[in-house]
């Protein structure tokens, strides 16, 4: 789920429903990603992270896959909520010093239908 | 539960005016950092700051551009004269280990008129 500009990809699901959000980095030799979730009018708000050694992991609700081979995470949301409705960015961590740069995806919309 | 808070939550400043957008990190967090999101685009990264000095910055952050942490719990972004294109939304963030996730305040809506 990349894009640029305006024109965000959008995932519609049905309430209760499994959701599937992609991203494709850029950076094979980034050791950090995460997953945001952006509410309109909001901050970027941690969802779930994942180190390069790892290929996948469990939070609540949420899984993070990792495929390092063909650069690719993707993020999946069991029971998809109302609540769940906003924008989803992948980011990795990109940074040469201390700290993290996070350069991020061009987000995914994710509407969840009643 | 502990957050960053952004002061103001909006800001509208006339074309090459200075700005300081204010930024209270979580408390015992060491980096900080700010972003920007022009509207409808991706969140792009300006500055890392870690043991009072900067770590890491992009090519967006340019000599415009300035952050202090003047005290112990304020983290400040200034833009010295402010153009057009510096309308955005600037997030501020911070973590408590480089590496470990980063927390973002809901940040200032910065209009250049």
């Known amino acids: 789920g990349e894009s640029v500009g305006l024109h965000l990809p959008t995932l519609s699901v049905q309430e209760g429903d499994n959701s599937i959000i992609n991203c494709a980095y850029s950076?094979?030799?980034?050791?950090?990603f995460i997953w945001y979730k952006q509410e309109s009018g909001k901050g970027p708000q941690f969802i779930i992270d994942i180190r390069s050694n790892m290929d996948k992991r469990q939070g609540q609700r949420v899984t993070v896959l990792l495929n390092k081979t063909v650069k690719h995470l993707s993020l999946q949301i069991a029971a998809t909520q109302p609540g769940d409705s906003a924008v989803y960015f992948c980011a990795e961590n990109t940074g040469q010093a201390a700290g993290n740069k996070l350069t991020f995806g061009g987000g995914t919309r994710v509407l969840v239908k009643p | 539960e502990p957050e960053v808070t952004q002061t103001p939550s909006h800001q509208v400043t006339q074309m090459g005016q200075e700005v300081i957008l204010r930024c209270v990190p979580i408390?015992?967090?060491?980096?900080f950092y700010w972003y920007r999101q022009i509207l409808g685009q991706k969140v792009e990264f300006l500055v890392s700051f870690y043991n009072n000095e900067i770590s890491e910055k992009s090519e967006i952050f340019d000599d415009q551009f300035s952050v202090e942490r003047p005290d112990g719990s304020n983290f400040t972004l200034k833009i010295r004269s402010t153009k057009l294109e510096d309308s955005a939304m600037y997030f501020c963030?911070?973590?408590?280990?480089?590496?470990?996730?980063?927390?973002f305040g809901q940040g200032t809506r910065l209009t250049v008129v």
């Open positions: 408390s015992n967090h060491l980096y």
């Open positions: 950076n094979s030799a980034s050791d950090y």
């Open positions: 963030a911070s973590s408590d280990l480089g590496g470990t996730e980063a927390f």
